[in-house]
């Protein structure tokens, strides 16, 4: 009886952090530069923008993406966690739209500091970063 107990116990535990750490955000931020006019991204469209089907922002502006390696810690917690995908699932993605013509793989950075360095400097840049800090010259764009 005691095992039983402990088990339930154990196992209201997991599902209470599973289900806490869903509304939590994540350990990733997109980020945008600062001329970008949206001030939100849906889940779908940001799945959209990083998946190169969507390449401009509604005023019309052309959106150039930035992403890490796919071995990244943080490219793949911006993927699983953001995107609700897998990094290969991305590059697979990528690698569809290069080889047909139709578009461009996003553009890819080294580390984090190159990676706000990039959007801070590109027009209609998107990116992510493990965390803003208020001296970035990015401005966080919410996942909603």
Known sequence: MRFMIRR????????????????????????????????????PLARLIFGAKVTSWADGSRIR???????SPLHQEMAKGILDLYPYQLRAAWDRVIYTGIGQAPIQVANESEMRKQVATTPGAIGYVGRIYSNDKVRALPVR
């Open 8 to 43: 339930a116990f154990f196992g209201v535990v997991c599902a209470t952090l599973i289900c806490s750490g869903a509304g939590l955000a994540w350990g990733v931020e997109l980020i945008v530069h600062p001329g970008v006019a949206a001030m939100e991204v849906s889940r």
């Open 65 to 71: 993406v930035f992403v890490m390696p796919d071995e």
